[in-house]
């Protein structure tokens, strides 16, 4: 009713007979503070709400400056609105903070409408005023919250973040959706697995939020512990199938692959993530043929895993849904669209960074708006081992002085004769166990990249060895102690018909020496097993 009556050019103060008491009555019952002043800044009218929030009586605050009630950081900031209302402008729910008389300072929301005199002229403004102060202290309170929340969330992502390690370079990027609660539950990891082996991680929980992000923190630790104790993908599937079944959040996707550039293959399980995509050295690009299983959570049927030829120089891009699913577009039409952009960045671009900003350009162009949470993760594995051997030998006594004169003839041909003592010693006692302990007939394989050398030991019985403490009364048991010791990584690893243990041995330091072979290389002949 007041601002009709506003429109209409009527001064609210000027009223006449009934009209005027009844507006009266309205406007001093009113909730929110009502004043009238002129549009030089001189206060006509003070309801009994602005009394109420500012402090002054009508009598101490009619003939005042408005400027009494405006912060001094703020006195151009009224000044401006002034002059908005001098123009005849309307000004609805401004936000801003105005001062009581005490000198607390409120956050206000104001609305302001002219008031013209007869002939259509601005002489005064109406200003409504409402106290927001607890509500926007409520929403400071819920935004910290939610930044603590989002600050946690990308904590746990972080720690995830892809690091280079040997025998691969990698870009990821981790997006998070500026909708909702932010951070939800993707992950990516990179894992070291030892022996030129790289494990490779991409997965997707549910929903958004602390919640999501919390249970997404759990499986990638369950998931890269998995990994470094050596499981393959289908078993580490069904580990975290399992372990997946007490975590509130159940419906997670995640797809797993463990690349061997050395043999130039790479085993891979999914459960019921997006397919992987393979960009080959000639930058064409292909789906890796791999089931696509059921998410982890679901349970009923097993998770199956395949194994891929991986060439040197290939790429592999793994992401999650908010890189490719929208709401208005088919999925596979998105994919075919990622595939496209993949082969054209990858003709042009040989920088994995500069290639992942590019995807990202092309396949999200409004870089300000995210739905979902986006991950992208391009593994590339720039060479192939620069020499490999393998051998295959009985488990015969014989065959560890046999595999050492194989292991030392490679070393000096391979200019790597300053590691042939500490090389041999632990080849010799990885050889002795599998004599002694395992299955013939064992394999031999020794391989060396740019930064180090790999020596294998593959027998066919299950067991696993394990490190222990011998007695001093035992003549056993501290052979894998050695190896600890002295190789700079080793480990085991179930293969299909037994295990493998191998060690490695960093040749950035060992200077190369001509590849031939020294007097007293063949004396190993005659040598026995030594003991473990």
């Not at 797993?256 to 960009?279: K, N, Q, R, T, W």
């Not at 490679?410 to 002795?432: I, K, M, P, V």
Request: proline fraction near 6%; charge should be negative; hydrophobic fraction near 40%.
């Amino acid at each position: 009713m007041a601002a009709g009556m506003v429109r209409q050019g009527r001064s609210p103060v000027r009223g006449v007979g009934g009209q005027q008491d009844v507006f009266r009555e309205l406007v001093e019952s009113s909730q929110d503070a009502i004043l009238i002043k002129r549009v030089d800044g001189e206060i006509t009218f003070w309801n009994a709400a602005a009394e109420r929030l500012f402090g002054y009586s009508p009598a101490e605050a009619v003939g005042r400056h408005v400027g009494m009630l405006v912060p001094p950081g703020l006195k151009e900031e009224e000044d401006c609105l002034l002059e908005r209302i001098a123009r005849g402008e309307w000004i609805e729910h401004y936000e801003t903070q105005r001062v009581t008389c005490a000198g607390k300072v409120l956050d206000i929301d104001v609305s302001l409408w002219p008031i013209r005199n007869r002939d259509g002229s601005v002489t005064s403004a109406c200003s409504l005023m409402r106290d927001i102060t607890d509500c926007k202290r409520a929403e400071a309170e819920l935004a910290a919250l939610h930044a603590q929340q989002r600050h946690i969330s990308l904590a746990l992502h972080l720690m995830g973040a892809s690091k280079q390690i040997p025998g691969a370079r990698a870009a990821s990027r981790y997006l998070p959706s500026t909708q909702g609660q932010g951070v939800g539950g993707d992950w990516l990891d990179l894992i070291d697995l030892g022996a030129g082996r790289v494990g490779i991680f991409v997965g997707d929980v549910m929903g958004r939020g602390l919640d999501a992000a919390v249970v997404m923190g759990q499986l990638r630790s369950a998931a890269r512990a998995l990994a470094l104790a050596g499981l393959p993908p289908w078993e580490l599937m069904r580990a975290l199938d399992a372990f997946t079944h007490d975590l509130p959040e159940q419906f997670v996707t995640c797809v797993y692959l463990e690349a061997d550039p050395v043999l130039g293959e790479a085993m891979v399980c999914s459960a019921g993530h997006l397919p992987v995509l393979l960009i080959e050295p000639d930058a064409s690009v292909h789906q890796l043929p791999v089931p696509t299983g059921l998410p982890l959570g679901v349970g009923g049927l097993p998770h199956e895993q395949v194994r891929i030829p991986l060439r040197a120089g290939a790429t592999l891009a793994l992401y999650t849904d908010g890189l490719v699913e929208t709401a208005h577009s088919d999925m596979d039409h998105r994919l075919d669209l990622l595939a496209g952009t993949l082969g054209e960045v990858f003709t042009t671009v040989g920088d994995l960074e500069e290639a992942a900003d590019r995807v990202l350009h092309t396949l999200l162009p409004d870089s300000a708006v995210y739905a979902d949470d986006v991950t992208l993760l391009l593994v590339d594995f720039p060479a192939a081992p620069l020499q490999t051997a393998q051998t295959e030998l009985p488990s015969q006594a014989f065959s560890v002085p046999a595999g050492r004169r194989f292991l030392r003839g490679h070393l000096y041909a391979w200019g790597l004769a300053a590691l042939a003592d500490t090389a041999l010693l632990l080849a010799s006692e990885l050889l002795t166990n599998g004599v002694q302990h395992g299955q013939g007939p064992l394999g031999l394989r020794v391989w060396r990249s740019s930064r180090e050398l790999g020596v294998e030991i593959s027998d066919r019985s299950m067991p696993r060895p394990r490190a222990r403490l011998a007695a001093g009364t035992e003549e056993s048991g501290r052979g894998l102690i050695l190896v600890s010791s002295l190789a700079d990584a080793w480990g085991t690893r179930p293969t299909t018909t037994g295990k493998t243990v191998w060690f490695t041995l960093l040749t950035e330091a060992a200077p190369h020496e001509p590849a031939c072979r020294t007097r007293g290389a063949d004396k190993e002949a005659g040598e026995t097993p030594a003991p473990v």
